[in-house]
């Protein structure tokens, strides 16, 4: 295979590993972003998502592993040597500064002519639209602006890759389906490699062209995120992205059901051909705003369905038609430890 520059991965994980006084935070992460691509890493807190911005920026050595920035060895390269842009959770804005300065700054670091500085902040400001907010303090500027100057800073340098860590979490709802709206057209505008950290899955699926799933420091699932949430491998990635039925079937092992699959059958009610009906007692019913999300107990497990009907209340004798053909496999927690798949059980002595 020949390797040209364009297809020179602009970031290479090879086995990185970062230890805290003997704890793993990071173990043996392998994971290759190209040019132009925008990857998610997913997973819940404590699980080294942080610990591996970080190690890619330059501000944490790795215990060991080696990390390639495009495909030259970067592993102990200071920050500063680094064309990476990083945007963090708190913004880390300088208060004194007005928001033409605080996005010229690391500009003025890297030595680049006044000239071309000031033209440089009026592009991004434009970008992100503050153009006519330049003169203002953060402490004068909404949430929601404020992020979009701590993204406009990073991205003025122009970064290789920029690495985003929760840069939306402090929005509220509406804001943050609007600065992800945002975080998409000015990747797209300006062609730009980045990676974000998140904990939020909705989030992943709709900016994400690979999603990388972490548990307890190790990579446990990558893909297209249209992949990854229809075939997750394993019962962990499955709750994390929001599956909630966990079914054993005998002959097919552990399955996944969507709450939307299962029929919630009134009492006339003729069940669909196919798949199993079960009794179940309705436990909880909670309005979504169109429909709603039925918990019910099956013997000792509970189920997770969804309905229109408004009369359904708690207490309330069911039957659940379980569409089987519909499930999906999890193949990770199938026979794992024989394949050797699943993260989260120890390989056998
Ligand atoms: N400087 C440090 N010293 C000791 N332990 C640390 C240090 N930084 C992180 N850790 C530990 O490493 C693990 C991973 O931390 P990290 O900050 O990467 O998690 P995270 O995935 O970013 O979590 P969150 O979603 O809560 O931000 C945690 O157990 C954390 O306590
Ligand atoms: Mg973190």
Partial sequence: MTTTKTTTPVVQLQAITREFAGSVAVDSIDLTVRRGEFTALLGPSGCGKTTTLRMIAGFLPPTSGTILLDGQDATTLPPERRNIGMVFQSYALFPHLTVEKNVAFGLRMRGVPSAEIRTRVAEVLDLVGLAHLAGRKPKELSGGQQQRVALARAVAIRPSVLLLDEPLSNLDA??????????????????????????DQEEALELADNMVILDRGRIVQQGPPREVFRAPATRFVAEFLGYENFLDLPGRGPVTIRPEHIGVLGPDAEPPAGGEVVEATVTAVRFRGTDFAVTAAVGDRTLHAITTDETLRAGASVRLHLPLGQAIPLPGDDGAARLGKNPRQECPA
């Fill in 174 to 199: 509406r804001l943050r389906v609007q600065m992800r709206q945002e975080l998409l057209r000015v990747q797209r505008e300006t062609g730009l490699t980045a990676i974000l950290v998140t904990h």
